[in-house]
Structures are given as C-alpha cells and as structure tokens.
C-alpha cells in the first residue's frame, strides 16, 4: 500500500500536470517563440518557465499563500503589475505582427537566449494568483505534518512537469510545417496571439481573489 504522502506527492504532481497544458499567457510565450524564433531560444524560454513554476512552488511551502491573503494591498499591487506586464507583451506582439520574418530553422531573429529565458521567467511570475493556486493545491492534497523530502521533491516535481511540457511544445512548434504556417500567417496570428494576452492581462489587473 503506497504511503499518504507519496499519494498526495502524486496527486499535486497530477493536478500541476493539467495547469501547465492550460492555455495561458505562458503557452502563447513559448509558441510563438518556438515558430518565429530558434529551438534553442524556445528551449530557454522553456527553462524560464519552468524555473517560474519551481519557484511558485518553494513559495507555495513557505507560507506566501498565507502573506498574500494576510496583506490583501500586496496582492493587488503585484496583480496589477502582473496585468501590465502582460499587457506590454501583448503590445510587443500586435505592434510587430505586420513586420516580417525571415528566419531559417535553427537561427534566431535578434533573440538571445537569455532574453529568452527572462522573457519566460518574468511571463510565469507575473500572476500571483499562482502562488495562491498553488498554495491551495499544497492545502489540499498535504496533510499538517508531511516528511521532509516533500519541501525539496515538489519544487523539483514541478520544474519537470513545467519544463517537458513546454519542451514538447517547442520540438513541435518549431519543426519545419508548423513554422512555415506561422510565417504565412504571422500577421493573423500575432494579432489574436496578442489580443489574447492582452484580455489575460486586463483579466487579471480587475479580477478578484477568491
């Protein structure tokens, strides 16, 4: 019979699995990364992502649910900045959706690796209603007392789950057929890509914590 705590290791790695395949501001980030820009800086901006995730994570343990609901005004200050932030990558996508691309597979247009992962690091950790999901999740599943390795497994748990799923994104997205369709269609797509992130970003700026 598996332990409690390995089968709520297993549940919360469950349930993490399903929010990163949602779509959200981070998918539309790595997929348009992957088709317009290299594998590699698709894989960085991957990483980013993932660490963002890990991060939520070790927050998740440490209380930061806790504080965000204890100092309502921080929660609202850091949504809002999540909200513009989004809303400034959306600007970035629409304002440069007419301009062409003329990339080969594995050159980058302009777009460092590192650029990348910011750009993935910043677009996770711009929601704090995250922490709050994932405080709610680590409520749910863990009992008061859990062994130890649970505080090192999860962030690490999470890191993974993030990272194969947008790296399956990535190998995808940035094969041949895909990106050749995202040329001949950029300028729809980034237009609705940016449209997208920008009522995520209005979203979040007015709406409420549960």
């Not at 959200?24 to 660490?51: D, I, N, W, Y």
């Amino acid at each position: 019979m598996m332990d409690n705590s390995l089968i709520a290791f297993l549940s919360i790695c469950g349930v993490i699995a399903v929010g990163s395949m949602s779509p959200g501001p981070s998918f539309l980030l790595v997929a348009k990364t992957a088709m317009s820009e290299s594998r590699r800086c698709g894989v960085f901006t991957a990483l980013g992502m993932s660490t963002g995730c890990a991060l939520f994570a070790l927050a998740a343990i440490m209380g930061l649910q806790s504080i965000l609901l204890t100092v309502p005004w921080l929660f609202w200050l850091l949504k809002i900045a999540g909200g513009v932030y989004l809303l400034y990558l959306a600007y970035q996508m629409i304002s440069n959706a007419r301009r062409p691309l003329k990339v080969e597979i594995g050159e980058s247009n302009g777009y460092s690796a590192l650029r990348g992962f910011n750009l993935g690091l910043l677009t996770q950790i711009s929601n704090p209603q995250t922490a709050l999901v994932f405080g709610s999740i680590f409520a749910a599943f863990l009992s008061h007392q859990y062994p130890v390795w649970i505080n090192i497994a999860l962030p690490i748990a999470s890191f993974a789950i993030d990272f194969v799923w947008y790296l399956f994104v990535v190998m995808v997205l940035s094969a041949t057929a895909p990106r050749s369709a995202y040329l001949r269609f950029k300028q729809r797509l980034d237009t609705l890509g940016g449209g997208l992130m920008a009522l995520l970003g209005i979203k979040l700026i007015v709406s409420q914590s549960s």
